[in-house]
């Protein structure tokens, strides 16, 4: 955990982005680190996140969010279309 989510292309820094005060994660699996809401584990992600899974998404209201070990982590606003949930997967997908 810290504060800042760098990326690098091609040996460049690519962003570097700031998460706020400890809220930089690197998730236990092979995945760049994110910036999660708390360092706490989220109900929301608790409830859709099955038992062993590292990685989980699911819809909070029109907004398409991505659990990682159980913290709340990158979100999207779906915008114009909408944000759907199953009971493996979640996406943003155009209404019909």
């Known amino acids: 955990m810290g504060d800042h989510r760098v ?8 962003e570097d982005r700031d998460c706020g005060p400890g809220l ?15 360092t706490t584990p989220d109900p929301r992600c608790t409830a859709i ?11 909070d209201g029109n907004t398409l969010f991505q659990c990682l070990d159980g ?6 606003d779906c915008g114009i279309n909408e ?9 943003c ?3 019909l």
């Open 24 to 38: 930089c994660y690197t998730p236990s699996i092979p995945v760049p680190p994110v910036c999660v809401a708390s």
């Open 83 to 91: 944000c759907r949930a199953t009971a493996s997967s979640a996406g």
């Open 93 to 95: 997908y155009v209404k």
């Open 71 to 76: 913290l709340y982590g990158p979100t999207t």
């Open 49 to 59: 996140q099955p038992a062993g899974a590292a990685t989980a998404y699911g819809c």
């Open 7 to 14: 990326t690098c292309a091609a040996g460049l820094l690519a």
